[in-house]
C-alpha cells in the first residue's frame, strides 16, 4: 500500500464512522426536536394530561441530545489522532517517544470507551420508566440471593421475580453438583 492510499484509507475511516454518523444524528435530532416543539404547541390547556406529555417529550429530546453530544465528544479525540497520525509528517511523529505515543492512543481509546459505559447512565438518570424497571431488576437479584422480603411487590414483579429466582436456584443447584 503507498502512503496516498493509506491516508485516503483513514480518512474514509474517518468519515464513513464519524462524519457521517454525527450529521445523521444531529440532523435526525434536529427534525425530532422540531417535530417534539409542534407537538408541545397543540396543548392549548395546561391540565395535568397534557403537563406529564410536555414533560415526557422534553425528557426524551434532553436524552436523545445527551447521548448524541456525548458520542461526538468521546468519539472525535480518537479520530484526531488518527487523523493526525496518517497525515503528520514523519520527523514530526519521530520526536514523540514510545510512551507518549501509547499514551496518546490510550486516552483516545479511553474516550471510546467512555461513551459506550456512559449510555446507560444517561437513561438512567434520563428516565423514570428505565429506573423503575433498573430499581426492579437489582431488587429482584438482592431478593434472590440474600432471600429477605422488604417490601410487598406488584403481580407483575412478583411474577418476574419468580422466574429469575427459579432460573437463579436452578443455576446454583447445577454449579453445586
Not at 64 to 72: G, K
Not at 104 to 122: E, V, W
Request: glycine letters at 2%; charged letters at 15%.
Amino acid at each position: 500500500m503507498t502512503v496516498d492510499w493509506k491516508r485516503m484509507y483513514s480518512l474514509a475511516l474517518s468519515v464513513a464512522f464519524y462524519a457521517l454518523p454525527a450529521l445523521v444524528l444531529i440532523t435526525l435530532n434536529i427534525c425530532i426536536f422540531c417535530l417534539l416543539r409542534h407537538s408541545r404547541q397543540k396543548f392549548s390547556t395546561v391540565d395535568q394530561k397534557s403537563m406529564t406529555i410536555i414533560r415526557r417529550h422534553q425528557q426524551v429530546s434532553n436524552n436523545i441530545a445527551c447521548v448524541v453530544l456525548i458520542f461526538l465528544v468521546c468519539h472525535l479525540p480518537f479520530r484526531v489522532i488518527s487523523l493526525w497520525f496518517t497525515f503528520a509528517p514523519v520527523a514530526a511523529l519521530r520526536k514523540l517517544s514510545l510512551n507518549q505515543m501509547l499514551l496518546i492512543i490510550y486516552f483516545s481509546r479511553g474516550f471510546l470507551y467512555l461513551n459506550h459505559s456512559i449510555n446507560p447512565l444517561i437513561y438512567n438518570f434520563g428516565s423514570n420508566h428505565f429506573r423503575g424497571k433498573f430499581r426492579v431488576l437489582i431488587w429482584t437479584i438482592r431478593q434472590s440471593l440474600c432471600g429477605k422480603t422488604r417490601r410487598k411487590m406488584s403481580r407483575t414483579s412478583l411474577s418476574s421475580s419468580y422466574i429469575t429466582m427459579k432460573t437463579l436456584t436452578i443455576r446454583q443447584k447445577s454449579l453445586s453438583n
